[in-house]
């Protein structure tokens, strides 16, 4: 499954984390000191990562993983060393190749990839995680997205999307303020009805149910996770 909207999107997100914020990326993902409003967001990613390795087995020997837009890899090595074998891909060159730098001690149980988290020949797995990859797609897409992966998923899908907020919509308007070239892409805010009742209503999540689901707001970060398992 891939889309117009979905090709259309992943090239603007490729674009953006490979030409304009690399750098900014690879320092708020790190140690070292940022802003005030950068630290709330680092916060927020990290309580988010850890909700959703919260809901993976802690014993992790013998599954295989998918980190679908892992950006630098602190989830996938963090499931490595719970002994996943992980696949992580994801469309920004630029931050594989900080991710290969900051795994270089676990080599052999993740195998980092530059491209589409959709592509099949990445193969099947015990386990999804899409960790704030799927925020700057269409709530349609992000379901399609999900369906294709259901087929090739033995067990439970882990995601995140931007919950439909009166700050997530002011902050979704100043950013199209900013010029063209300073803009991240944008986020595509859903209620989380809604993001439910596309789940349901689409014949290739049939077999998944949400088990689990939890908002995480941290100053400018804001993302919700949910957890479709096998019924």
């Not at 469309?91 to 195998?111: D, H, K, Q, Y």
């Not at 809604?194 to 290739?204: F, K």
């Not at 996770?225 to 019924?231: G, Q, V």
């Amino acid at each position: 499954m891939t889309t117009g909207s979905w090709a259309a999107r992943r090239g603007q997100i490729e674009t953006y984390f490979d030409r304009t914020a690399a750098e900014a990326w690879k320092r708020l993902t790190s140690d070292a000191p940022v802003s005030g409003i950068r630290a709330t967001v680092r916060a927020g990613r990290d309580a988010m990562r850890a909700t959703l390795l919260s809901w993976l087995p802690q014993d992790m020997r013998g599954l295989r993983l998918l980190d679908a837009g892992c950006g630098t890899g602190a989830l996938a090595v963090e499931a490595a060393q719970r002994g996943a074998k992980v696949v992580a891909i994801d469309v920004s060159r630029s931050l594989i190749e900080v991710a290969r730098e900051r795994a270089a001690g676990l080599r052999g149980t993740i195998r980092f990839e530059v491209g589409d988290m959709l592509d099949p020949y990445l193969g099947e797995f015990d386990h999804v995680v899409a960790m704030d990859s799927l925020i700057h797609y269409r709530a349609p897409d992000v379901v399609r997205a999900l369906a294709g992966l259901a087929g090739r998923t033995r067990g439970a899908m882990l995601f995140t999307f931007a919950p439909r907020t009166p700050l997530l919509a002011v902050m979704h308007t100043v950013g199209r303020i900013f010029p063209r070239g300073d803009r991240a892409p944008a986020i595509e805010p859903v209620a989380e009805a809604t993001l439910r009742r596309l789940v349901g209503q689409d014949a290739g999540l049939s077999d998944f149910a949400v088990r689990h689901t939890r908002r995480i707001a941290s100053g400018f970060y804001t993302s919700q996770a949910m957890e479709l398992a096998r019924r």
